[in-house]
């Protein structure tokens, strides 16, 4: 008997022990956190946020970034079944606890202790209202301490009713919802009270996971999730057996509702967003901020399509790499057989009837199209959730017959694919060989595969695929520098890479230009200095030598640098600069916009052998545009803040201004006045170089370009080292415009800047000057016009009959041709002579 008294003595004083000491940690831990701990009295005057947007110089949507939270929720405006629905997934407790529920707590514990993993989860609502709005998301016992803290202080000064409502509207639900009412009408389309039992439960299910959950993404495992909240709602007494029966066997009816851009402008978004994040911090996000960029609403969709259309014209012509996907169950019920089952532990853990009537619901989700056999209900899922690039739709394969294919497309869409939409289809071996043709579709793909789709003009389809090479299309303003279109691949959602600012590639070609405009602006060479096209073998610093060659493998000998431009000869540019010099060269480059520190100083920096962006690249452009003004590029006109729009900042660049007098610093356009940007090139020695470039088009690589019947068309094509970068850079007075094409892993096109890059420069050009006026600048004085001898460059005398026409800036004439005759024998004869091949036959 003493010794159970003492048994139970100890016991006794070992629970109050045990309590002292927890009370104690508690007390304890509140001591030494609390002055860090947020102030959660901010939290009475937190206002929603209001999203920062993006817009066209003339006004159209063409981003939006932040919380979308367009229908801030009261306590009173949510709908009973809802907020039951909540309390049964999250927080059954939440109007009896006080903040913290031990219980969860203590089971949380339990499950870690015994399973190294939380099934269940121990935060409540009010926990994870402080996680949200006040605390970072890391996951740490020093942050759930805080955590507990400050949700014991918030129900000491906020009611449950204000925490339930910051609640519901800052929760994130996937697809940018955050807040039940925004997830309501991004998947659903309808106000909270029009919501269903089966789409509250749904929605509700969606805070512990919103991608695991999300009926788009994953409908098979939501499903699960839905029905078990629906299971805890019935045994809860929230709902009675027949609401129930009816929500629990509801099929999916959830789809994206999200309003499109007005403009596909994604990658000139992004920029603005982080403009705006580096100059306003987070509160770019809310802020009520917007952003008017110079995109041209009219150019860039030209843009956007110009290059998708170029990218899937270089894919077809490299043959078929096979479906994205294979074997994709047809029905819902099928796929949910073959479903993972991690993360769903304790839904399926709660009753066989969770997944039961999971089952049934897959089952009433039955949906099928006229012209397919059986349920197609997980193909319509798949195709839903399956993003569209481009103008390339996602299609799953219904059958193959013959030479045709059947294609389920989204919408329950039934597409016949001829087989003129599928003989492309040779099996991709390398970027240079392809496979046998196919014979039949069904060497192409097989049911249950998904493919990609493309509506051909006529109106019929074609068998396509997301290209595998990436490509980037820039326009400019060369007056001001303004970017009027950008692309920087073939779609933002499928790689959001920007090509068009980040990458850089070898120039290749289009960077002779440059070499040759510094020759002409030093004077000591014009458009028929003659320098010989051959062999030449240099020490690149390394023990071997180097020994370039020209692309045809071939050597012209004596060579026109008109010619030698036109027909991109490499070691004329290379001799070209040795003559003028590295160092002279690289001071003269640098004032186009290239950093001197990654231009290589050597003489392949002639060849184009500098890693540069197709911006830097089409801003140089852009100087040989404007008749050689520094100008820089640049993508904001303004931006404003709040409902009255108050302006924040505005653009003022520097602009070129070809008809001001040299003494002029500042010049008008429309109504505004700008700074005159610097000239650094002379304007003889560009309007020479344009004209230059004009040959790249009539006789030279560029002639495919003679198909847009302008001549107010200049340019250069350009192609690296084994065809890894395919490039066109190119312009008239209005527009400077650069195309690249290459892949991101830098292995080889396998063609030339002709095939892969300028047809879509053609594309693009042609439809934005489509009714515009041609654009040549006016011949500045001194531009001259003298015969020359061709093979020699040298000027000929009246008397000298023969040669060709040039153009020369007055300053710096070439020598004249030597007479090769003797006068005494030339009178004697009554004869002149030039030694011009022209004079002999």
Known sequence: ?????????????????????????????????????????????????????????????????????????????????????????????????????????????????????????GSTITMQVARNYLLTLDRTFTRKIREILLSLQMEQILSKQDIMELYVNKIFLGHRAYGIAAAAEVYYDKPLSELTLAQSAMIAGLPKAPSAFNPLANAERALIRRNWILFRMRELGYIDQLAYDEAVQAPITARRHVARAEVQADYVAEMARQFATDRFGDQAY??????????????????????????????TRHGWRGAEDTDIPQS????????????????????PEVMETARRAAERSQTTVEGIDGDVSNWIQ?????????????????????????????????????????????????????GAKPSSAAEIASHGDLVRILQREDGTWRLSQRPDAEGSLVVMEPQTGAILALQAGFDFDASKFNRAIQARRQAGSIFKPFIYLAGLNSGEMTAASVINDAPVVLNDGSNELWRPSNSSGDFLGPTRLRVGLARSRNLVTIRLLQSLGLENTLDFLVNFGFSRERLPHGLSLALGSASLTPLEMTNAYAVLANGGFRVSPWFIEKVTQGEEQSVVEEASP????????????????????????????????????????????????????????????????????????????????????????????????????????????????????????????????????????????????????????????????????????????????????????????
């Open 332 to 351: 819902l019920a099928e796929a949910q057989d073959q479903t993972e089952r991690s993360g769903l532990e304790e839904e399926l853990s709660e009753s």
């Open 382 to 434: 798949v195709l839903e959730r399956t993003p569209t690039y481009g103008p390339l739709e996602p299609a799953i394969v219904v059958s193959t017959d013959g030479r045709q294919m059947q294609v389920l497309a989204q919408g329950g869409k039934l597409h016949t694919i001829e087989w003129e939409g599928l003989d492309w289809a040779a099996p991709y071996k390398s970027a240079r060989y392809r």
């Open 1 to 121: 008997m003493k010794y159970l008294r003492t048994l139970i003595f100890s016991a006794v004083w070992l629970v109050i022990s045990l309590g002292a000491a927890v009370a104690l940690g508690v007390v304890g831990a509140a001591i030494y956190f609390a002055p860090g701990l947020p102030d959660v009295r901010q939290l009475q005057d937190f206002e929603l946020q209001t999203p920062l947007r993006i817009y066209t110089r003339d006004g159209q949507l063409i981003g939006e970034f932040g919380d979308e939270r367009r229908m801030p929720v009261d306590f009173e405006d949510i709908p009973k079944p809802l907020l039951e629905a909540l309390l049964a997934a999250e927080d059954s407790a939440y109007f009896e606890h006080h903040g913290v529920d031990p219980k969860g707590l203590a089971r949380a514990a339990v499950e870690l202790a015994s399973s190294g993993d939380i099934q269940s989860g």
């Open 654 to 841: 520097r602009v070129a201004c070809r008809e001001c007098s040299e003494d002029a610093t500042t010049t008008e356009i429309d109504g505004k006045t700008y700074e005159i940007a610097p000239r650094i090139a002379n304007a003889r020695a560009i309007y020479i170089l344009r004209d230059m470039l004009r040959d790249v088009v009539e006789h030279g690589t560029a002639r495919r370009a003679l198909a847009m019947n302008r001549s107010d068309i200049v340019g250069k094509t350009g192609t690296t080292n084994d065809q890894r970068d395919a490039w066109f850079a190119g312009f008239n007075t209005d527009l400077a415009t650069t195309v690249w094409v290459g892949k991101d892993d830098n292995t080889p096109t396998a063609e030339y800047g002709s095939q892969a890059a300028l047809p879509i420069w053609v594309d693009f050009m042609s439809q934005a000057l489509d009714g515009k006026p041609e654009a040549i600048p006016e011949q500045p004085p001194g531009i001259v016009t003298a015969r020359v001898d061709a093979n020699t460059g040298r000027l000929l005398r009246d008397s000298q009959g023969g040669g060709i026409s040039e153009i020369f800036d007055e300053d710096h004439l070439p020598s004249q041709q030597p007479r090769r005759v003797e006068s005494a024998v030339e009178r004697h004869s009554d004869s002149q002579g030039t030694g011009a091949y022209e004079a002999i036959f």
């Open 286 to 315: 809310t802020g009520s901020y917007r952003i008017y960029t110079t995109l041209d609403s009219d150019l860039q969709p030209m843009a956007r399509q110009a290059l998708a259309n170029g990218l899937i014209a270089y894919d």
